[in-house]
């Protein structure tokens, strides 16, 4: 199996006809609230989420194997999320760190403008047998430790039907801590199944899935 690393990913992309780069979000710039700030950051992945679901970048993160597709490993597509997000952040000149360590373990991203400004970000595949727990202990625990307040938890699914079936308990697991906890925890999903071709698809996915377009 091919490994995606820090030093190929670029490689691998250019092979398969993909930019690792997509386009700077538009953006009110610099922001000047948390609630902003949160906002960029959803905006961010509504960014990766159309390059993966909508310009074949579902293809860096999965694995074709006999039996099918497969996803990589979870620290294979952090190390392609990473990819994707450094140069939008580089442009706005956001602190991008990967598997900081916090109080209470190492989180998968925390993207911050100075001591202000903080979003942690969780990442999981969808056949976790931590996938609810990510976003009902992880993540809440992450945020107690680093005294922030938003949080992004991200399932990463392999079909529609898949994240259909999860979604709703996420979010209400979600919700449920965004009260018990004060937080504000948003569940973001992204799908790396390979999307049919226009010519024979049979539905049109919500525009707004994607942010301003």
């Given amino acids: 199996m091919e490994r995606i690393e820090s030093d190929n990913v670029e490689s691998i992309a250019s092979a398969l006809g993909v930019s690792v780069q997509p386009p700077v979000?538009?953006?009110?710039?610099?922001?000047?609230?948390?609630?902003?700030?949160?906002?960029?950051?959803?905006?961010?992945?509504?960014?990766?989420?159309?390059?993966?679901?909508?310009?074949d970048g579902h293809r860096l993160l999965v694995n074709r194997v006999r039996a099918g597709t497969r996803l990589r490993s979870e620290q294979e597509i952090q190390i392609a999320?990473?990819?994707?997000?450094?140069?939008?952040?580089?442009?706005?000149?956001i602190?991008?760190?990967?598997?900081?360590?916090?109080?209470?373990?190492?989180?998968?991203?925390?993207?911050?403008v100075g001591r202000k400004f903080r979003c942690l970000v969780e990442i999981k595949?969808?056949?976790?047998?931590?996938?609810?727990?990510?976003?009902?202990?992880?993540?809440p625990l992450y945020l107690m430790a680093d005294r922030a307040k938003y949080g992004v938890y991200i399932p990463i699914f392999?079909?529609?039907?898949d994240r259909d079936a999860a979604m709703p308990e996420l979010r209400e697991l979600a919700f449920r801590r965004n009260i018990s906890h004060q937080v504000a925890i948003e569940v973001f999903d992204i799908c790396a199944a390979?999307?049919?071709?226009?010519?024979?698809a049979d539905s049109v996915e919500r525009r707004s899935r994607y942010g301003d377009m």
């Avoid at 056949?127 to 727990?133: F, G, M, P, T, V």
Wanted: aromatic content about 10%.
């Fill in 95 to 112: 602190d991008l760190n990967r598997e900081p360590l916090s109080g209470r373990g190492y989180l998968d991203f925390k993207l911050s």
């Fill in 158 to 161: 392999l079909s529609s039907v």
């Fill in 194 to 200: 390979k999307p049919p071709s226009a010519s024979k």
């Fill in 81 to 93: 999320l990473k990819h994707w997000l450094r140069p939008m952040c580089r442009a706005l000149d």
């Fill in 125 to 139: 595949l969808f056949n976790s047998a931590k996938l609810e727990d990510g976003v009902g202990i992880q993540l």
């Fill in 25 to 55: 979000l538009n953006s009110t710039w610099p922001v000047d609230s948390e609630v902003a700030f949160f906002n960029t950051v959803l905006g961010l992945f509504q960014e990766i989420r159309h390059v993966i679901e909508q310009d």
